[in-house]
């Protein structure tokens, strides 16, 4: 497997709260919907989503009718080029996650494994920054 893909889902603050790992051949839209499905019934207050402008029309509309959650992304805000104003959030997790040498370096064989590490990576970037001093 040549490329990999993460879909992350973040809270506003940058919490990791689902990652989602294929290979770079799957469609946005395939893993969207698939990293949306995992965490259904998971966040009872999550109500709307921020997503790339990789992501169709279709994935869009399937997330306003099956969640009812509103979703936002670049193309709905208007016309011309426009970034997201929250994207740094979830960029900033992307660099949390790969600031760790095992994510940096691609070892793994099995997208369960890179997962698995990706989201423990996560989580001792999250501890290292609320926990600065005890380290």
Known sequence: MAGR??????DSLGLLLALLVRPADVQDRDGGRWLVESVRGRFPRLREVV???GFSRRFIDWVRDRFRWAVTTPATAGPGFRVHPRRWVVERTIAWVKGLRRMRVRYDRLLAVREAVATL???VARFRILHHDAL
């Open 51 to 53: 997503a790339d402008s």
């Open 121 to 123: 990576a996560a989580a």
């Open 5 to 10: 893909k993460r879909f992350v889902l973040v």
